[in-house]
């Protein structure tokens, strides 16, 4: 059995253990994943990605950055992103995201809200936006989450309800081969995966048979930056 199935059937071992009745694994457990951040191919940060269950069957996804170097550390720059979210097969169903982003100069922030008894999305980004949800809809934050449920599931192509500034967006992605990768924590042989639609959004690799968090993350745009793995824990 490879290492990270049989993690995951152990953990549902123990919650079941625990709780005197069958429990499914979730479709990706839990960990904490420290990253070194780069831009152009400079190291300017740090951060932590953490995945972790949280009450009545909900989840929460945090990731925290914080500049070291070059300008971003000048600026004492820091963001932090939390999603709260259902399991809802592989896809992570959005319940609430926060982003805050600070600098010594400003300050930026961005919520996201999912009313599923309404039926409506509200997002409070440079102004304030209500539109109908969809089933399975989440917000960007959680996209390398689908991504790896869905790897983990064995699916090489995916279609994820996202919601954005105003809308729902179908965005596209698809596994586009296995490659050895090498970052700080080790080279992995890994699945990379890429939007097909022509937006921006994120190209990502991931080894799932070996660790439920990515491996590298490059996120594409204007302001575009990369992740790269240091190190993992599963917790």
């Not at 592989?90 to 039926?119: I, N």
């Not at 089933?135 to 449920?149: F, N, V």
Request: glycine share 8%; aromatic share 10%; hydrophobic share 40%.
């Amino acid at each position: 059995m490879q290492p990270f199935r049989r993690f995951r059937f152990v953990l549902a071992v123990a919650l079941a253990a625990t709780c005197g009745i069958a429990v499914a694994a979730p479709p990706v457990p839990p960990f904490t994943a420290n990253y070194r951040v780069l831009q152009n191919g400079s190291p300017i940060g740090k951060a932590i990605l953490k995945l972790a269950p949280g009450a009545n069957g909900s989840w929460t996804f945090t990731t925290q950055s914080q500049g070291t170097a070059g300008l971003a550390s000048l600026l004492a720059a820091s963001t932090r992103e939390v999603s709260t979210f259902r399991w809802v097969g592989d896809l992570p169903q959005g319940e609430s995201y926060d982003y805050t982003m600070k600098t010594a100069l400003k300050q930026k922030q961005r919520q996201v809200h999912f009313d599923w008894t309404k039926h409506v999305i509200d997002v409070n980004d440079n102004g304030s936006f209500r539109f109908p949800t969809q089933p399975g809809a989440m917000e960007r934050h959680t996209i390398p989450l689908a991504l790896a449920a869905g790897l983990a599931a064995g699916k090489t192509s995916f279609t994820l309800p996202v919601a954005v500034r105003d809308r729902i967006e179908m965005q596209h992605y698809a596994a586009q081969g296995k490659q050895d990768v090498s970052v700080p924590a080790g080279t992995f042989a890994a699945t990379r995966i890429s939007r097909t639609d022509g937006g921006e959004g994120i190209e990502a690799w991931f080894a799932p048979m070996k660790l439920p968090a990515p491996i590298k993350i490059e996120q594409r745009g204007k302001n575009g930056f990369s992740l790269e793995l240091e190190s993992w824990s599963a917790r």
